[in-house]
T-cell receptor, first 115, second 115 residues
Framework: DAGITQSPRHKVTETGTPVTLRCHQTENHRYMYWYRQDPGHGLRLIHY???????DKGEVSDGYSVSRSKTEDFLLTLESATSSQTSVYFC??????????????FGPGTRLTVT | AQSVTQPDIHITVSEGASLELRCNYSYGATPYLFWYVQSPGQGLQLLLK??????LVQGIKGFEAEFKRSQSSFNLRKPSVHWSDAAEYFC?????????????FGKGTKLSVKP
């Protein structure tokens, strides 16, 4: 299994509070991704990073920000959590390169509930 | 817009029976193709991938998939299902030229296995 950890694994927070989720990898992979998984929607990309300090938006980026100050860590922040952000969040990594960027390996997920 | 369709939301098969999960994509060129499996409460595990070449690809856990360009399909098969195969299966497509490494996921097919 790819060395990917996510923290926390479970979190309950109140509407309007800031929340930061952490993804940590030990594979030294260049690309990192944040997805959310919701029933009936599959997985949708929130943000991704193609290197330290290099990030870009995905399909559902509104209300989320990310940062990557080190190769191994990719942080997802909800500046002011809303109930619509209740979801399971997955981090993924890939080596990069032409096809390799698409071969992604996933972390165990963080279940976030916003009350 | 590119899309991935998994027509079957839920499939039930008997242990020892064969399995085929369907996946169709909408895209003008040949994309990169993947199947992932997710057990309850777990992250996604890569089963197999297709980049180019032989259209029949072998994966882990005895799974295989066949790419059919004419049908824009990438169906997953297993000749004899085991109870431990009960999980949710996701087809994913990588579109070259889009957001680097951006995978588009189908909404998943949940597999139940009868003893």
């Amino acid at each position: 299994d790819a060395g990917i950890t996510q923290s926390p694994r479970h979190k309950v927070t109140e509407t309007g509070t800031p929340v930061t989720l952490r993804c940590h990898q030990t594979e030294n992979h260049r690309y990192m991704y944040w997805y959310r998984q919701d029933p009936g929607h599959g997985l949708r990309l929130i943000h991704y990073s193609y290197g330290v300090k290099d990030t870009d938006k995905g399909e559902v980026s509104d209300g989320y920000s990310v940062s990557r100050s080190k190769t191994e860590d990719f942080l997802l922040t909800l500046e002011s959590a809303t109930s619509s952000q209740t979801s399971v969040y997955f981090c993924a990594i890939s080596e990069g390169g032409l096809a390799g960027a698409y071969e992604q390996y996933f972390g165990p997920g963080t279940r976030l509930t916003v009350t | 817009a590119q899309s991935v369709t998994q027509p079957d939301i839920h499939i039930t098969v008997s242990e020892g029976a064969s399995l085929e999960l369907r996946c169709n994509y909408s895209y003008g060129a040949t994309p990169y193709l993947f199947w992932y499996v997710q057990s309850p409460g777990q992250g996604l595990q890569l089963l197999l991938k297709y980049f180019s070449g032989d259209t029949l690809v072998q994966g882990i856990k005895g799974f295989e998939a066949e790419f059919k360009r004419s049908q824009s399909s990438f169906n997953l098969r297993k000749p004899s299902v085991h109870w431990s195969d009960a999980a949710e299966y996701f087809c994913a497509v990588g579109i070259y030229g889009g957001s680097q490494g951006n995978l588009i996921f189908g909404k998943g097919t949940k597999l139940s296995v009868k003893p």
